[in-house]
């Protein structure tokens, strides 16, 4: 199987609700740059609430997808609650990440569309690959435990995802004590959700150099 690429199309749900839509804006541009920088890919925000980030790898694009959501949830204004429903697929790359074209893109846009009609937040297409029922209900786990998050519990796992440190580093960085650390990475799931990106992020890097 030739290199596949992972794109992520999303949008906020229900923006028209939010005060600040220049900080939510900014926020998305910011966490978009920053993934695309990190994992050499390319991100785009269009039509205000909505975004794309093409990733030159499939198997960063789960964790890619939990620390967008995880970066709206946190930065949710006070009385609201900032989310996306993010549409992940995974293909081959017909052309340059930055022209956003091709079967993925294609893919990804009509399963955003998709989920649009459901109460899911979440979803994964891989392309020319068998479905799996046990990945579906791996991505079915891990939007239900977001849905569930508060801004705390997404402050700290985004710290977490960006930064391979101890509690207690952690604490540091969030101004508590390492418990308070400790009882929010709990109360977020972080073991089980951690141990869930990993295995998707190594299935998805296997099927990249399956023939």
């Not at 749900?13 to 390319?42: C, F, P, Q």
């Not at 794309?52 to 609650?81: C, D, F, K, T, Y």
């Amino acid at each position: 199987m030739s290199q596949r690429i992972a794109v992520l199309t999303g949008d906020v749900i229900d923006s028209r609700k939010v005060d600040d839509r220049t900080g939510l804006y900014r926020l998305l541009d910011d966490n978009l740059a920053e993934l695309a920088s990190l994992h050499g890919g390319h991100g785009d925000r269009f039509r205000g609430d909505g975004f794309q980030l093409a990733l030159p790898r499939a198997a960063p694009a789960m964790e890619a997808a939990v620390a967008l959501r995880a970066a709206l949830i946190e930065h949710s204004e006070p009385g609201q609650r900032w989310d996306a429903r993010i549409a992940v697929a995974v293909g081959p790359a017909e052309r340059g990440l930055a022209e956003a074209d091709g079967a993925t893109f294609v893919a990804s846009g009509r399963a955003l569309d998709a989920l649009a009609e459901t109460a899911a937040h979440l979803s994964l297409t891989r392309l020319n690959t068998p479905e799996d029922p046990g990945l579906v209900l791996l991505v079915r786990f891990i939007d239900d435990l977001l849905d569930g998050w508060s801004p705390y519990s997404a402050e700290v796992i985004g710290l977490s995802l960006r930064h391979d440190a101890s509690q207690q580093v952690l604490a540091e960085r969030l101004g508590i004590r390492q418990p308070s650390v400790h009882k929010r990475l709990r109360a977020a799931r972080w073991a089980l959700l951690s141990d869930t990106l990993d295995y998707l992020g190594q299935r998805l890097a296997d099927e990249e150099h399956t023939p």
